[in-house]
Nanobody
Framework: QLQLVESGGGLVQPGGSLRLSCAAS????????IGWFRQAPGKERESVSC????????NYADSVKGRFTISRDSAKNAVYLEMNSLKPEDTAVYYC???????????????????WGQGTQVTVSS
């Protein structure tokens, strides 16, 4: 059973930082492109960022470019989302997901991702 587990969410003030982690259970993350998505209350889920299998390719939604950084650590079998200069509009449940079809690249198309974690809440508020 492929399982993804997010952690690192919490309450942070505007301008603050958080680092989210996505860990895998039962499989090696290196075989998948990994994406981060988020869903704010009353809104549809949206893409945030993705990273290719090797980590050489990354993509970001325009809303987070320059503030968020995605990375992966093969030794720890984990993917991270470093979030800086957080804004209230970043408040959402953040999900990581695995795409088994992307080989060299990664994409921000939600329907490409087959495996999802349960999400971690990020709240940006003063």
């Amino acid at each position: 059973q492929l399982q993804l587990v997010e952690s690192g969410g919490g309450l942070v003030q505007p301008g603050g930082s958080l680092r989210l982690s996505c860990a895998a259970s039962g499989f090696t993350l290196d075989r998948y492109a990994i994406g981060w998505f988020r869903q704010a209350p009353g809104k549809e889920r949206e893409s945030v960022s993705c990273i290719s299998r090797t980590g050489s390719v990354t993509n970001y939604a325009d809303s987070v470019k320059g503030r968020f950084t995605i990375s992966r650590d093969s030794a720890k079998n984990a993917v991270y989302l470093e979030m800086n200069s957080l804004k209230p509009e970043d408040t959402a449940v953040y999900y990581c997901a695995a795409d088994p079809s992307a080989v060299l690249l990664c994409n921000l198309r939600e329907f490409e991702y087959d495996y999802w974690g349960q999400g971690t809440q990020v709240t940006v508020s003063s």
